[in-house]
Nanobody
């Protein structure tokens, strides 16, 4: 059984940076496509970035050039480096497979961008 645990969220000022981590327990992380998702208050959860087993990445337009998704399969960990954060990036961030699978949603990690 795989479990994902997100960490690294915090309160940060606009223009600041954070690095989120997603640690996977259970089977190996390396053979499946993965994604970072977020859910802002009052909004639906959305895919922010994804990375396939070969390291190919995709981002939504609003984070292109600011966020970088990466993975370390040996450590069973995925990362999201977030730079130049904006108030509209405020949300709970989750990791999951891509496409997402309901049973693997974790608690997420809160990112708040505010001055």
């Amino acid at each position: 059984q795989v479990q994902f645990v997100e960490s690294g969220g915090d309160l940060v000022r606009p223009g600041g940076s954070l690095k989120l981590s997603c640690a996977a327990s259970g089977r190996a992380l390396g053979i499946e496509d993965m994604g970072w998702y977020r859910q802002a208050p009052g909004k639906q959860r959305e895919l922010v970035a994804r990375i396939d087993s070969g390291g190919i990445t995709n981002y939504i337009n609003s984070v292109k050039g600011r966020f970088t998704i990466s993975r370390d399969n040996a450590k069973k960990t995925m990362y999201l480096q977030m730079n130049n954060l904006k108030p509209e990036d405020t949300a709970v961030y989750y990791c999951n497979y891509w496409p997402s699978r309901i049973i693997y949603w974790g608690q997420g990690t809160q990112v708040t961008v505010s001055s």
